[in-house]
């Protein structure tokens, strides 16, 4: 299999091969704080990028600088989903760009994982794991599967609500049990007629509070790999349970618990075949680490940005802590994880447009996802020694880099544990 026929952009069938370079330097882009953006925005040529690009970018940006960032700080504070922002992402042309015609999807032409990045990045700027991954990430990872292997009847009536930015859903595979062991989860579907009867329980689920359906990992048949079935489970189905949790970070997501207790889901609601549900997750994770590993990505620079903004303006001892060697240092070993991680990130978005193999892109996502996430929390923590009390205050000049502390672990563990992906990409590389 090709892992094109995975990725969200491919869905659309409407993106070109060809990469063109640009005859002249690509214009420069943003307000040029060294490393505050990848080096293409600095007008640097770049393989991956062209005209399309960089108007979607241009889109992206001004979107995000007028509807999100302003308001991050009240949101995070109220610990709620920003009001509105997921039916705006859709109307613009955002949200909708990701997802094919044939289901309300709106792709500009020559549409491809680019300019998907390019919008993950875009939106990270915000520096909040639970704006993006509350309005845009779940949905990249939750509805994929519903579009591929639904009936006709469901899949549209779920993903053209949810594209509209009408609907919301959530993608139910973690349980109290069984996080990055997903062949060992118990919530089980027992079927009688034309019902699925379901019953347990799973925890970690981002937007369960927010959304109205579920793709629903579950127990159909014998231990292991070979029995995981999934379904699509309405939310206000009797017998289900939604409660939020109080977490660390990711306060917007809307993460919570989900019980099911003899729930009855109709049988046309199964997603793929019964017992198969296992290869569809897996090869589902592909995009999922990779958008995890880009929000990463993203968030490690918001921390270098800030601590290059704070070092200019903030003087010790007679001069700009810029001016001191070992901040200096300091600097230039956050900006070199950093730029080696974006053109690795940028590297493994070319194997996914050109159609590398399922199990080279799952190598590939799997350690960069791992990667991205280490960088991240060395960045975050070497960014708190550059600001120094001003990362520890809520609110202020650090609040970017305080925040991007709390929410370290919101890279590290969802989508596979570091030391869970570590090991997934040597088995997978064969040794």
Sequence with gaps: GKSQFWSIPAMTNGFSHSLAVPENPVSRFGEQIP???????????SPYYDATHLAWREKCRK????????????????????????????????????????????????????????????????????????????MTMALPPVIIGCRPSVRDRVARACVAGDKQIGLAISEPWAGSDVAGMRTEARREGDFYIVNGQKKW???????????????TGNVGKGGISLLLVERDTPGIKVEKMKLQGNWTAGTGIVTLEDVRVPAENLI??????????VKNFNHERFVIAAVATRAARVCLEESVRHARRRKTFGKRLADHQVIKHKLADMARAVESLQAWLELVAYQMKTGAPDETVGQMTALIKAHASKVYKQIALEACQVLGGSSYVRGGNGAKVERAVREIVSASIPGGSEEILLDLGMDLAKL
């Design 272 to 281: 793929g075949e019964e017992n198969k549900g296992f290869k569809m997750i």
């Design 35 to 45: 490393f505050g953006d990848p080096y293409w925005y600095q007008g640097l040529n």
């Design 63 to 138: 979107f995000v600088d007028a509807q999100v960032i302003p308001f991050v700080d009240e949101w995070e504070e109220a610990g709620v989903q920003p009001p509105g922002l997921l039916k705006k992402l859709s109307e613009e042309g955002l949200l909708s760009a990701v997802f094919p015609t044939e289901v309300g999807g709106k792709p500009p032409e020559s549409f491809d994982i680019f300019h998907e990045l390019i919008l993950i990045d875009e939106m990270a700027r915000c520096g909040s794991w639970g704006v993006i991954m509350g309005c845009y990430g779940i």
């Design 205 to 219: 689920i981002t937007n369960a509070v927010n959304a109205s359906f579920f793709t629903l990992a579950c127990r």
